[in-house]
């Protein structure tokens, strides 16, 4: 049996300290596997996208501790979580974060223009997973020009463009309409069914976990209730 690719243990996080502390994560405990496709779910305040940012690298656990990968996240420096976030992480987010001025095909590229990877190579890369999620028609297009459903498209090439072993998907449908939500999610499951990436993806939606992911954990004020 395989390592698992996360393991937290009694993680907690907490913002400012004394009486007027404010405690996002209460001693939370999970282990996901290589592969596995995880949903948190919760309400707003349950400590999911906390988790999430620690997670990706974005913050760091007051107490407990994080690995991924075999990585202990909280014993790394800032120059190492930067490179752990470009080189092992994946990020989708409600919002996109493609970048206006950018082409679909230079927004994929950049994680790999960040990595130092040769422009022929990097070329080559972004207009491979351009197509892979049916968007290589639209690659000279810029976000503005892009429907919610494209751009949610080009921003999973992006995420999967250098090889993650982690894929956070942050309420990756909420800003489309359901039928295009239907249609983004069979796409990015079947890229993660594909490519063997660990998916946690936080988010309300039940029917959406339901459909998608091999487990649910669900949070609640800052501790996993299930």
Known sequence: MSDPMIV????????G??????VA???VTLSVAPG???????????????????????????TGSLAVAGRNLAGLSRRQLADYRLTQVGFIFQSFHLIPSKSSLENV????????????????SARELLARVGMDHRADHYPTQLSGGERQRVAVARALVNHPAILLADEPTGNLDSATADAVMELLSARVRETGVTLVLVTHDEDL???TVDRVVRMRDGRVVE
């Open 25 to 27: 994560l209460a001693g």
């Open 209 to 211: 976990a339901a459909r």
């Open 109 to 124: 590229e950049l994680p790999l223009v960040l990595a130092g990877k040769p422009a022929r190579d990097r070329r080559t």
């Open 36 to 62: 596995e496709r995880v949903a948190i779910l919760g309400k707003s305040g349950s400590g999911k996208s906390t988790l999430m940012n620690l997670l990706g690298g974005l913050d760091s656990p007051t």
């Open 8 to 15: 937290a243990s009694d993680v907690g996080k907490a913002y």
């Open 17 to 22: 300290t004394g009486p007027g502390a404010v």
